[in-house]
């Protein structure tokens, strides 16, 4: 019984050009004279480097590891010596550098030593630890680290795991070409996401138009004792899409702003199951992928590739041709233009220039052409036709996104769920005015994060500053307090000492508070010491003393009396 499949809303159906570059069995790269190995190839934290310059590595070695949660680790793609660690150009459209570790082979290609991992015995926790250390990251283009995706977090359990081997994208075609030849090998690696994530309910999807591909998948589930589904889908873009291909297979739809685990599922790319399997089954850290050369080259074909190996190489590998127009990691829909060197005034572009090396993201490279790429139309106003919400696979209102950006208005793009868009390309493909609705998206989404960024900033910095306000004022507090309590201290000591009649210590110099308590325990002593003292000299006198004594007073008692006389002028008056 066939299962039933549902249609989500959109797609297109450009031309797959497929044939191109499926018809040839997989071949390994040569080995390059220099690998140039980024440390930022994953979502998340960039990988922090563990070698230095000068030091001589093996193949599968770590070279940079992983920092927290949400990073995985990067390893030597072979043999050789450390001769840099710099900023070198990444395969990027914006074309800026970044920290990358650079080996120059020894030819030996020399492994490390190699061990299958237990993983039925280990805990889980341990053994995705150890999975984000050998590098294990998403194939399918989001480049997410494998680890944390196969945690199936609080709910202990994510009931449906979907394997996916639709591969959409025109041109592209080293899934379609890794699960005719390595089918087992990529199943094996699903029956290690079935136990860590507890699935009971395995899918396979992989678009129609590759019977080989499910042929081979099919052969190879039947070996198993567990049961795994292998699903024709339709043959639409961007059906290989994760949120489409859930929506495809069982009727949901991951809501906005939720994960897929949020509904019980979870997605891989057949890719990631392949080097799962060479990572648990074989102690492989992920040195290698499949990539699809194709386009403008002489013999397009699938390469088994070592992370770091430049582009050019490649392109060369598969036929170098006059003519190139540009470079793009990834198909026409979503790939991304790799920066080319400036041309000499007296030739053209040619594919030598990109000589950037490959990364776990680089899923294929297409050579470009003026006749299999002609340049784009002129751009037209919008007629607001709405063709582009009619293709929009998430549902939303690109005419709108795009006029919202133009002016510049990022908050009503938000309230229109630009986050949502996948970046898919539909939208562009139907505009009758050819505009790079993308791109605008693309620039759209760039300012919001800025303006996150600058926000958070600004907020950490006004936290900052109004923390140090209130220490500030804490401390000035707790010194008066403290210096009031020692005031306190100071009097009540100094009242003691008075009742005790006690002389007291000196007061500190600029202790005002002592100094007065001070001065007013002298004063109260001296005047209880006036009122109790008796004269000492009138004890034991002789009679030529007592009598002096008397005529003295005597004198004093007539001065008193004259004194209240009054004066004779004053009787006269």
Not at 12 to 21: F, I, L
Not at 147 to 174: F, R, S, Y
Not at 539 to 550: A, C, M, W
Request: glycine share 8%; aromatic share 4%; proline share 8%.
């Amino acid at each position: 019984m066939s299962r039933e499949l549902f249609r989500f809303k959109g797609g297109v159906h450009p031309p797959d050009h497929k044939a191109e570059s499926s018809g040839r069995p997989i071949h390994a790269a040569p080995l390059p004279r220099q690998l140039t190995i980024p440390l930022r190839q994953h979502i998340g934290n960039p990988a922090k480097p563990v070698v230095k310059v000068g030091d001589h590595v093996r193949k599968g070695q770590l070279i940079g590891e992983a920092d927290g949660t949400i990073s995985a680790a990067v390893h030597a793609s072979s043999s050789g010596t450390v001769t840099a660690i710099e900023p070198r150009t990444l395969p990027h459209a914006s074309g800026l550098p970044d920290l990358c570790i650079v080996i120059d082979t020894d030819g030996r290609d020399e492994w490390v030593a190699r061990a299958p991992l237990d993983y039925r015995n280990l805990p889980p926790a341990e053994l995705r630890m150890t999975l984000r250390d050998m590098g294990l990251a998403g194939l399918g283009g989001a480049v997410f680290p494998s680890a944390v995706k196969l945690d199936p977090g609080a709910q202990g359990a994510c009931p449906t795991l979907i394997v996916n081997g639709g591969e959409c994208e025109p041109w592209i075609t080293c899934d379609d070409v890794l699960m005719r030849y390595r089918a087992d090998d990529i199943l094996r690696g699903v029956t290690v996401m079935r136990d860590l994530l507890g699935s009971t309910e395995i899918l396979v999807g992989i678009e129609d138009n590759k019977p080989e591909a499910i042929a081979a998948m099919r052969a190879a589930a039947a070996k198993l004792d567990y049961a795994v589904e292998v699903v024709p889908v339709p043959a639409v873009y961007p059906g290989g899409g994760a949120k489409q291909m859930i929506e495809t297979l069982t009727g949901k739809q991951v809501p906005t702003g939720r994960l897929s685990t949020d509904i019980g599922i979870q997605v891989f790319n057949v890719g990631t199951a392949y080097a799962l399997a060479r990572a648990v089954f074989h102690g492989e850290p992920m040195v290698s992928r499949l990539v699809t050369v194709t386009g403008h080259v002489l013999r397009p074909q699938n390469f088994e590739v070592l992370i770091g190996t430049p582009m050019r190489a490649l392109i060369e590998l598969a036929g170098d041709r006059d003519g190139v127009t540009g470079v793009l990691m990834g198909g026409p829909m979503m790939g991304v233009p790799m920066p080319l060197a400036a041309p000499a005034a007296e030739r053209a572009p040619r594919a030598e220039d990109a000589d950037v090396p490959v990364v776990k993201a680089t899923n294929c490279i297409l050579v470009q052409s003026r006749e299999l790429f002609p340049p784009p139309p002129p751009v037209l106003p919008c007629i607001r036709c709405t063709r582009c919400a009619d293709a929009c696979p998430a549902e939303l209102q690109p005419q709108d996104l795009y006029r919202f950006i133009k002016a510049g208005d990022f908050g009503r793009a938000q309230e229109y769920h630009l986050f949502d868009c996948i970046e898919c390309g539909c939208c562009s493909y139907v505009c009758p005015s050819h505009i790079p609705l993308v791109d605008y998206y693309r620039y759209g989404k760039s300012e919001i994060w800025a303006r996150e960024r600058e926000k958070r900033a600004a907020d950490l910095a006004r936290e900052r500053h109004e923390f140090r306000q209130f220490r500030l004022e804490r401390e000035k507090q707790e010194k008066a307090e403290k210096l009031a309590a020692k005031a306190a201290a100071k009097r009540a000591e100094l009242a003691a000492e008075a009742a005790a009649g006690t002389p007291p210590p000196a007061a500190a110099d600029g202790d005002a508070d002592a100094k007065k308590a001070l001065i007013a325990a002298a004063l109260a002593r001296a005047q209880a010491k006036k009122t109790q003292a008796a004269p000492k000299n009138t004890d034991d006198l002789s009679l030529g003393q007592q009598r002096e004594i008397e005529a003295i007073e005597a004198r004093r008692a007539k001065i008193r009396e004259l004194a209240r006389k009054p004066l004779a002028s004053e009787e006269d008056a």
